[in-house]
């Protein structure tokens, strides 16, 4: 019995995790069609800003989990401004390559500043014992962080006025631009609010992964399938493709190895695009 808590622990957190390092490409991707290829090196700035305000600002972990959206939200503002407003209106490769370049430069930068293989901060507030299990309460943490973060969103999106600019702009630049919205003041608060998702999902990381460089390379190629597997209800169906993807990637893994659980993810993800090409929200009336 114990066992089996631990191993349902463990696809929680797997779940949220997946869904973290998600959500700020969904709003990038699923919400603008953008294709941010450096969403990974803003999870990889939100881990760093998080480790250096510890360690070096020795502010407390939850303060410093603070500044990563702040700094990245702040960084994907300067992006947006240098790099995607020229590109609106053209091909989707156009921003494809314009971030794939600007994600070098940031890696590189990364490596110039940090090394290869600095140092991490550790795991807070403990663990709890489950039978003959310890189990961190940062893990159990995880997943209600994820829930609240996305509830968040859904609100923000659904019953607020930026919300509906947001959707519109996103939608029908022309006709909101015709109707009155400053569609370029709010393309360029929807990627720096995506860019600041990335970044809370890399300081939230930061204390149960090793801080490097290359982090959000780990995460940006699961973090696709979930955002394109969910379809077009960019919130829901990316948390349905994050409880998918994630638990059978978990179970697969507790049950065989690692890599055999980041197979099952591709795997599935591959399925569920050829049997539902729009997603799994692609029949959804409701497309948030």
Known sequence: MDEIVVIGLSVLTSVAILLLTSLGLAVVFGLMRIVNMAHGEFLMIGAFTTTVAVRSLELPIWLAILCAPIVCGFVGALVELAFIRPLYGRRLVDTLLATFALSLILYQVAINIFGTA?????????????????????????????????ALLY???????????????????????????????VNLVT?????????LGGGL??????????????????????????????????????VLLGG??????????????????????IVLVRLLPNGISGSWSRQL
């Open 118 to 150: 600095p140092p991490g901060i550790g795991t807070p507030s403990g663990w709890i014992e489950i039978g003959r299990y310890t189990v961190s309460y940062y893990s159990l943490f995880l997943p209600v962080a994820a829930l609240v973060i996305t």
């Open 155 to 185: 609100v923000l999106f659904k019953f607020t006025r930026y919300g509906l600019l947001a959707r519109a702009a996103a939608h029908n630049p022309d006709m909101a631009s015709v109707l009155g919205v400053e569609v370029r003041r």
């Open 191 to 199: 990627f720096a609010l995506g860019c600041a998702l990335a970044g």
């Open 205 to 242: 990381l930061s204390p149960m992964v090793a801080v490097s460089p290359g982090v959000g390379q780990t995460y940006i190629g699961q973090a696709f399938m979930t955002v394109i597997t969910g379809g077009p209800a960019f919130l829901l169906g990316t948390l349905s493709a994050s």
């Open 248 to 269: 059978i990637s978990n179970i697969v893994s507790q049950l065989f190895t690692t890599l055999w659980g980041l197979t099952a993810l591709l795997v599935t993800a």
